[in-house]
């Protein structure tokens, strides 16, 4: 049995840690902040659970099915599609662009919407079947460019990715002009197709905190201050502690581009919406928007408001807030309760914002410029979503990487 100290509680450096200890190693997880997640955590705020951020899980992403139970969670799904709101005459006119492979009816229905042709419903369907073939290696082979030039190159009208593809993806990969890798775009579409987008009944830190209870609390070091001297060796508090190997589940290149993110949080008397879907903003590159995409939380998890309440949740993407000039809290505040109320002119007046968090290392930069790969690229012992791409698949694929061959170089 080896002894083995990880520096960071993050997703990934809790997903190595239970690895690890299954293996038989004595492990010991330090984390500088005083709770676990990394990125994925959950405040409660007068009874409502507020994520940092707008996090789903996703059901198809295979590490997952092998790190978490989601029954145990408690999980429940978003609606297959989404809804698409647009301004129409002074008016908002909202669309349901409705997955048809999974609801048939609403998917042709679909077709009824003034921004997506039949043409483009059939290549929905293509690029279904086409990123759903072969393994998941597939999908980060071939081409290697950006993926407004991937959707443009499968024939998809100017509509269509501005109405439909930006602000979608654009709130997940938290970009405004759709340069992540095409690659990384086919990996998402593809885990979307084959699976569900769902919320944890504790909030989003049901999935680290799933990991350190198998872990144990007594393995969680919280407020440490941490020096890596070397592969083998740390400073605990200024104290010299050595090991047989030394790992670090956070990103030591932190000089690197990252992209930020606002996240509003507010407090409904309702919903706004009809369905569970998350609501997209059809405008956001056509005239200047600034809301990515809204969501009600609560209307998929009741426990994320209290009984009678509703939490309504906005992302901004941080670069496009940038653009416009909204720099601080009360501006983005500002322009997002002004848009809102183009939209919902008879009740967002009335919501309460519970908290408003700008998240400024949210997700590392994947231009068309990096080389993404299946595999994670191992950097002596270091593990986390930047060495592979910026998703919870890439936090766990990395972490089972480092882990195993962590345990190869301790067993000789």
Known sequence: MASIAIVGAGLSGLRCATLLQAAGHEVSVYERSNSIGGRMRTDEVDGFLLDHGFHVMQTAYPTSKRAFDFNAMGAKAFEPGALIVQQ?????????????????????MSGLNRFASPFDLLRVARLRFSVRRGGTERVFGGENHDTRHY????????????RFFHPLFSGIFLEDDLRTNERMFRFVFRMMSKGDMILPKGGIIAAPNQLAERLGAERIHLNSHVNIVNDTTIEIDGKPSSFDAVIRAFNTQ?????RHVWTLHFDAESSPLRSQHVLLNGDVKLHNGLIAHLAVPSDIQPTYAPPGRSLVTVTVVGERAEAAGYTDAAAVEAAVRQELALWFPSSSPAWRLLAIQHIEHALPEVGSDCILESAPRINGFECGDHTLHGSVEGALQSAESVAKAVDAYVRG
């Not at 909202?94 to 042709?108: S, T």
């Not at 959707?151 to 501005?162: A, P, Y």
């Not at 932190?254 to 990252?258: D, G």
């Open 88 to 108: 129409r005459k002074n008016k908002a006119k909202f669309w349901r662009m409705a997955d048809p492979f999974r609801r048939p009816i609403q998917g042709a």
């Open 151 to 162: 959707l443009e190159r499968s024939g998809f009208s100017t509509s269509m990715i501005d």
């Open 254 to 258: 932190q000089h690197l581009e990252k």
